[in-house]
């Protein structure tokens, strides 16, 4: 379609599902799915983007990419752009509207595949191995225990990358065994108790379903994807994303970029002490 045909079918699609909340993408001359200027999912797009690329060689040829709960697709069509292979997982089909609506324009058809599902059905033998999985702005909206499964469901999933951008907490103030695991941090209310469940649907910026979410605090977070098979975790500072700063300044920098690695564990040449012990988690719970 020329630039004016995407426009009346993209208005036509906005009058079904409303406007594209957040991922500003260019879909012809002068036309985007948000405005025509810069946007706060710009920066954000670079940060996730830059981090894959570096990890994957700078090639996504033949790489197999999963985005869960992909919003209106702008991260994994960015990268579909680059030569991965893409599936995409959401909740809303009003959001899935608008990724296939991009995709379509975009001619990816045959590379992003976008599935309206729960995130917590993710397996390894429903929708197969990854080389990247992203996990951007889901894994604070579940409560436990389901975040913990979910994020062992990631592990099962992913060969190589995963990239987990999330809020997590201050505070030690409840805590979770999961595993061998003592897990800490404290929930976070999604919805009101009294909204409904077709209500709870139509707030595309909150759980799909459950009332509170659990918020781990950093080290749970490090050491519940150390046992999910992350061989080593990173914390992603730059690119520069202006929200992050916003946070740190004013002291509620309570959401960061973590980047896991799928490794074997390394066996020491110089030292043989440690052979055979397991990770040292990460030391937590109230100060």
Known sequence: MDTQALERAKQDLVAQFGAWTNHNMRLGEGLYTVAAHPTPSEPKLRRMTQIVLDWCGGDLAGKR????????????????????????????????????????????????????????????????GFDVVLCLGIFYHLDAPEVF???????????????????????????????????????????????????????????????NSFWLTRPALYNLMGAAGFSSVYECHSPFVAKFEEMRRAKINDRSTFIGLKGQPVQLRSSDLSHGQAAIPWPDGPA
């Open 65 to 128: 990419v999963l985005d869960l709960a992909c919003l209106e697709g702008m991260y994994g069509l960015e990268l579909a752009l680059h030569g991965a292979e893409v599936v995409g997982i959401e909740g809303r089909e009003a959001n899935l509207a608008k990724a296939r609506f991009v995709r379509d324009a975009y001619g990816l058809g045959d590379r992003v595949e976008f599935l309206c599902e729960d995130v917590r059905n993710l397996s390894r033998s429903r929708h197969g």
């Open 149 to 211: 499964h979910f994020m062992d469901a990631i592990g099962e999933v992913c060969d190589r990358l995963a990239v987990v951008d999330t809020h997590v907490s201050f505070t030690a103030e409840v805590c979770h065994r999961h595993g061998d695991l003592d897990l800490w941090g404290r929930n976070y209310r999604e919805h009101d108790p009294d909204t409904p469940p077709e209500e709870r649907l139509k707030i595309l910026w909150a759980s799909l379903d459950n009332l």
